[in-house]
């Protein structure tokens, strides 16, 4: 009888374990999707961040809303980034895509960085993200990275492992709405 | 011979012809008039419509953030710094590092546009977050340009109790113009 007892015990707490485990696994599941920081996707709006240009300016995405601007993420070691950089000055500065662009470095050397857009030639900012944060927010995982961010903020059209030609970018710059 | 003499209307035909004719403009101005007057009235009420709309969008949202800010930041655990900035002379303000308890939990950079802003008397919440009562210690780490140009790094710290009800600390960056150095200050309220 006092055998009976313990082995119906001893289920009950099986029984009670395996509950609380499920029931712990499926906050996971639940829980986990909402703490987990997303890359940006098409459709989203791309995380704000501020990061020392160059000259020794910050600058701070949120304050060119208003503007469509073209962000691309290099490395002074990527090759191709070179060309993407060099599209993205090439699409800004043409009249009927009114447009900024910035370009975020992820070099850990910031005078890596400083030479390669000077030998480059930038009119625009180029930012230094030597900690990778923003690269670390923005989940980059191939360089070259451009994205489009239209005027409210939300990204429109993201292109990585290779440079966008400057067409393309003109040609989705001028169909963002006005 | 049969001569023909020109039809004439006579003077009264003439009168009724022309207070005919002004009747009918008049009517058509009048009609036109009214026309207009209801489209203007019917864009006037949707224009009204949008307002409310936005209006009660913008009061949702306000809702939505303080409730949202309620249940994260519930008023038995809240802190939160904030940073104002008088004057300025001394420093232009490049960053600020917060740590709480040896934890960063903040560093900030300030673009020229809102060192601006707060010089125009801004205050910036730089920091909302949970903390149990009890003591805590607060580092607050400032860069920038101080006199002369020179590159300026300075730290301050604090400890404040923490009691049940919400906590707020203030950073204050104002210029002490005896010793030509820009002065940090910490200021609490329960």
Known sequence: MDFCDRAARARLKARAHT??????????????????????????????????????????????????????????????????????????????APAVALGVSLDRDNDRAASVAGSLGLSYPSLLDAGQSVGR??????????????????????WASEPVPAEVLIQHIRELDP | MKTTVPRRLPRRGWQLFAASALLILCAALLGNRAD???????????????????????????????????????????????????????????????????????????????????????????????????????????????PHDRDYRRGTTVKFEKAIGAKYVELRITDRDSALQPEFAVRQWE
């Open chain 1, 137 to 158: 927010l923005y989940d980059v995982q191939h360089l070259p990275l451009t994205l489009l961010i239209d005027r409210t903020g939300t990204v429109r059209q993201i």
């Open chain 1, 19 to 96: 509950t609380v485990l499920a029931a712990a696994a499926l906050a996971g599941v639940l829980v986990y999707p909402m703490l987990a920081k997303a890359a940006p996707a098409v459709g989203t709006v791309a995380p704000d961040f501020a990061l020392k240009d160059l000259s020794g300016r910050n600058q701070r995405l949120s304050e060119f809303r208003g503007e469509a601007v073209v962000l691309t993420f290099w490395a002074s070691y990527c090759g191709p980034c070179r060309s993407a950089l060099q599209s993205a000055g090439a699409a800004v500065a043409d009249r009927d």
């Open chain 2, 36 to 146: 207009a007057t209801e489209a203007a009235a019917g864009v006037r009420t949707v224009d009204q419509d949008v307002q409310a709309l936005k209006k009660e969008l913008v009061d949702l949202n306000r809702d939505l953030f303080r409730l949202e800010e309620e249940l994260l930041y519930p008023a038995s655990t809240q802190v939160a710094v904030f940073l104002s900035l008088n004057v300025g002379t001394f420093f232009a303000l490049d960053s600020v590092r917060l740590e709480l308890d040896g934890k960063e939990v903040s560093n900030y950079l300030y673009t020229e546009r809102e060192v601006a802003a707060l010089h125009r008397g801004g205050v910036q919440k730089l920091y909302l977050g949970n903390l149990k009562a009890g003591e805590h210690e607060l580092v607050a780490v400032f860069t920038g340009k101080g």
